[in-house]
């Protein structure tokens, strides 16, 4: 840690509105690895504290404080003087490995206060908002670790996330096998930001008139969230999500419940064959969700507005490929929000083959919009407005049936090897807003994916009991 202090610089790094956008969230995960062989040695807390603070040096991004003007210019400010040091601690716990293993690492098996940070962006008790937390806990008789690791978005993305982990493992690595040497050669990543202008291609694609005026019309709530500073934002935001008591769930789609989809609808979809499995995930997904919201609270497309009534769906693209930047070990975030708006009669429909075509045709059009063209026109708009990305926060947080999706599935978290293999479970925790999907790697990487879900009770309980959901996407806890 004293090296890591000794390398910090004073510096200014001007964060852009992509990172403020997500910035109202943390990327918080716990990777499980249980000691599989007894060894006395499995893990050691000074080898991992050494190896994260090796990483550190290499970022020192995460020894900065968010500081914005009142206008949502947003930078990570460093003071060599005065680091906001990232919050690493450790701590042993009376729960054994093979008591998480035997409940399936369901969250109500897990030890107390794993998590250091919640899924808020918000100041912890010092007053400082971290940039990076991490949580080592031993497990009962030394059987496994977890670590907790939490990174806010107004940093990076999930990609940069599962890269940074990556890296540390990395670091752990030769640091204990005796080549330290060997650390030097490691690549390096950016965080600075103007690299995004540099990859924008000649090419523009009008941006949809429904993101357009998210973005870009004015609202007096959005203005005012803007241009509080980050840590009272972070605290207004984090009562309103509290507030929800958002429940969520982890369910895992096999590649045959996929395939089987996409067969049953091969003769209604042109080209069935080509349709991805985010694809077919939005479209199942998002009905899931409205059905059970309709249910849940006996509202639904009023006879009067049934023909008018929509519900917003936000589709988040990671568009890294699209900008010829997947070589570019980027740290930041690459994220496109497309804002859609879904007929509610479509929604509420039983769940058929029909029916699911017909959410594929609906979806298809932002689905297959996203290519450089458009990703450089959204920069565009919003680069000059950067007071701009409090607008969809506004909107969304605003409404009890706004959902959001993220489209890709994040990358294969079970890459994070120590030294012992990959981990055992790989899982977010619990508590997050209500009305989102995100799609994880499954454990087994070669059968289909898992599908954190988050609702309102009242509504997770109607997704719970909706039959085709059951039986295409299987409870895991």
């Given at each position: 840690?004293?090296?890591?202090?000794?390398?910090?610089?004073?510096?200014?790094?001007?964060?852009?509105?992509?990172?403020?956008?997500?910035?109202?969230?943390?990327?918080?995960?716990?990777?499980?690895?249980?000691?599989?062989?007894?060894?006395?040695?499995?893990?050691?807390?000074?080898?991992?504290?050494?190896?994260?603070?090796?990483?550190?040096?290499?970022?020192?991004?995460f020894a900065g404080r968010i500081k914005s003007t009142?206008?949502?210019?947003?930078?990570?400010?460093?003071?060599?003087?005065?680091?906001?040091?990232?919050?690493?601690?450790?701590?042993t716990c009376s729960v054994h490995f093979d008591t998480l293993k035997e409940n399936g690492f369901s969250?109500?098996?897990?030890?107390?206060?794993?998590?250091?940070?919640?899924?808020?962006?918000?100041?912890?008790?010092?007053?400082?908002?971290?940039?990076?937390?991490?949580?080592?806990?031993?497990?009962?008789d030394n059987s496994g670790v977890a670590i907790y690791f939490s990174i806010p978005h107004y940093i990076l993305d999930g990609v940069a996330h599962m890269e940074l982990m990556k890296y540390w493992c990395q670091v752990y690595r030769l640091q204990t096998s005796g080549q330290s040497e060997r650390l030097a050669g490691?690549?390096?990543?950016?965080?600075?930001?103007?690299?995004?202008q540099e990859c924008l291609p000649k090419e523009r694609r009008p941006v949809d008139a429904l993101t357009r005026q998210t973005f870009t019309g004015f609202s007096v709530i959005a203005e005012l969230l803007a241009w509080i500073s980050p840590k009272l934002r972070g605290r207004l935001l984090s009562v309103i999500i509290a507030r929800q008591k958002a429940e969520a769930h982890l369910f895992h789609v096999?590649?045959?419940?996929?395939?089987?989809?996409?067969?049953?609808?091969?003769?209604?979809?042109?080209?069935?064959a080509t349709i991805s499995d985010s694809e077919l995930m939005l479209s199942v997904a998002v009905k899931t969700l409205a059905q059970?919201?309709?249910?849940?609270?006996?509202?639904?497309?009023?006879?009067?507005?049934?023909?008018?009534?929509?519900?917003?769906?936000?589709?988040?693209?990671?568009?890294?490929?699209?900008?010829?930047?997947t070589l570019k070990n980027y740290a930041g975030n690459i994220l496109l929000p497309i804002i859609t708006s879904t007929p509610l009669k479509m929604l509420e429909t039983p769940t058929t083959p029909e029916s699911l075509a017909t959410m594929i045709s609906n979806f298809s059009e932002p689905v297959n919009s996203v290519d450089p063209g458009l990703v450089a026109s959204h920069i565009e708009m919003v680069t000059p407005l950067p007071s701009c990305f409090t607008r969809p926060i506004a909107r969304f947080a605003g409404s009890k049936t706004a959902l959001s999706f993220v489209y890709d599935v994040m990358p294969?978290?079970?890459?994070?090897?120590?030294?012992?293999?990959?981990?055992?479970?790989?899982s977010p925790i619990e508590p997050f807003r209500a009305n989102a999907v995100l799609l994880l790697t499954s454990q087994d990487t070669t059968d289909g994916m898992d599908v954190f879900m988050t609702a309102y009770p009242s509504v997770m309980k109607e997704i719970l009991k909706n039959e085709f959901w059951s039986d295409f996407a299987k409870l895991i806890y």
């Open positions: 840690m004293e090296a890591f202090k000794k390398s910090i610089k004073s510096q200014t790094i001007p964060l852009c509105v992509l990172d403020t956008q997500g910035s109202f969230s943390n990327i918080p995960f716990v990777f499980f690895y249980e000691n599989a062989s007894g060894s006395s040695e499995f893990m050691p807390s000074d080898a991992l504290s050494d190896s994260f603070y090796e990483t550190m040096q290499r970022f020192p991004i009142g206008r949502g210019n947003t930078s990570v400010v460093i003071d060599a003087n005065n680091p906001n040091m990232p919050d690493y601690s450790e701590s969250w109500r098996s897990w030890p107390d206060n794993v998590a250091t940070a919640g899924p808020m962006t918000k100041a912890d008790a010092s007053g400082e908002i971290k940039l990076i937390n991490v949580h080592v806990i031993r497990m009962q490691l690549p390096e990543f950016t965080v600075d930001r103007s690299i995004i096999s590649k045959a419940s996929l395939e089987s989809l996409r067969t049953t609808i091969g003769a209604l979809v042109l080209e069935a059970s919201q309709a249910l849940a609270t006996g509202v639904g497309a009023s006879p009067a507005k049934k023909d008018t009534a929509t519900l917003p769906v936000a589709i988040i693209f990671e568009v890294r490929e699209q900008l010829n930047m294969d978290m079970y890459e994070a090897n120590f030294g012992n293999g990959r981990p055992s479970w790989v």
